[in-house]
């Protein structure tokens, strides 16, 4: 892993809270400033409200307040519903939040992933949203990892989750293309055994990497995908098959398409390590994107279909809905729901409630070291479906925790 001393990673700190406190003004002047921020990597104890503005969906849920808690409520299409519960359990399964069959991120994840099938009927449910919406949740409650879903779903990789995945056979014949100009060799390799990009790119692009990379590396290419846009994938796509099958030597244990999509499952450990894969991916000085064989608007074919255009990251999102004053404003990180609290008549009596309830915090859950949020005490009556009736994560409008 990359180590950040912490000297740095508290200075980064206060320069983003700067950015995010008045982050319309970033947006509009200093665009690139927030860039190189992003590909310097967001510090941990802000990255989920980072990702929450950079991808426009603050300004969503505040356009939409309430709307997340009517889905919520919705019973939903029996089909998709079936589907979903199937799923849960393969999400990161060994992560706190997951690992528990019935647990509040499995709770989450259910309700997230049904509210986006009522959304969006006409899209439904794909398996490739699942670990979306897991990465999401591991950094923001419930309703601010619905909201960027959709984000994710309608302006970064419009059509990908369609029931024929247009969006994502074009994309293949795209970076196809611009294997050939980046890594002739490996272009050549892939043409020769006939293997169709469909084969090997659908799960790194659909799941935006979060099943392939180690988890430093999601975290890093995620941070550089919300600020930059699907050029970032494309961007660590070409970086992967160029370093596994750029060269002779590369390939003389990949003669056939077996052994080449075997090669392809199981990546060499060392080009996906943080600090390499970064630096491959960043534009160094003097190299723009063309250099990268990055080159044409590559979001100008799903104008022509069903899906809406793609938009290129934050800068294009926030020119096309711009964000208001109010919009932008910080709320209280937890909204505690009314009720009668009793007040203790003596000290001594308060000091030993106190003691008693330190199983379980009353005021509600703590925040997690990464942003996510574990509930207290299990609120699941036993004769109802968990997935169906969670009420135990955030009520929270906004994750505003900084950990300073």
Known sequence: LEE???EVLRQRESKWLDMLNNWDKWMAKKHKKIRLRCQKGIPPSLRGRAWQYLSGSKVKLEQNIGKFDELDLLPGDPKWLDVIERDLHRQFPFHEMFVSRGGH????????????????????????????AAVLLMHMPAEQAFWCLVQI??????????????????????????LHKV??????????????PILYMTEWFMCAFSRTLPWSSVLRVWDMF??????IIFRVGLVLLKHTLGSSDKLKSCQGQYETMERLRALSPKIMQEAFLVQEVRPRSGRGDLALGWG??????????????????AKAISDAEPPTRKALEPVPSIIVPPGPAPVPKARKSKEKSRDKG??????GPEPEGNGAAIPSRELLHPQVSPHHQSKESLSSRESEDTYL
């Open 296 to 313: 044409g608007p590559v979001g100008a074919p799903y104008q022509r279909g069903k899906s809406p255009p793609r938009l290129h990251g």
């Open 153 to 178: 779903c309608e302006k970064y990789l419009p059509g990908y989750y369609s029931e024929k995945l247009e969006a994502i056979q074009l994309d293949g014949q795209i970076l196809f293309s611009l």
């Open 358 to 363: 330190l199983a379980g915090p009353p005021n």
């Open 183 to 196: 890594s002739p060799v490996a272009y050549k390799h892939l043409s020769k055994q006939k293997i169709d």
């Open 226 to 231: 919300f600020c930059e846009g699907v050029k």
């Open 105 to 132: 991120g499995q709770q989450d994840l259910f309700r997230v992933l049904k509210a986006y099938t009522l959304y969006r009927p006409e899209e439904g449910y794909c398996q490739a949203q699942a670990p979306i």
């Open 4 to 6: 950040v001393p912490l």
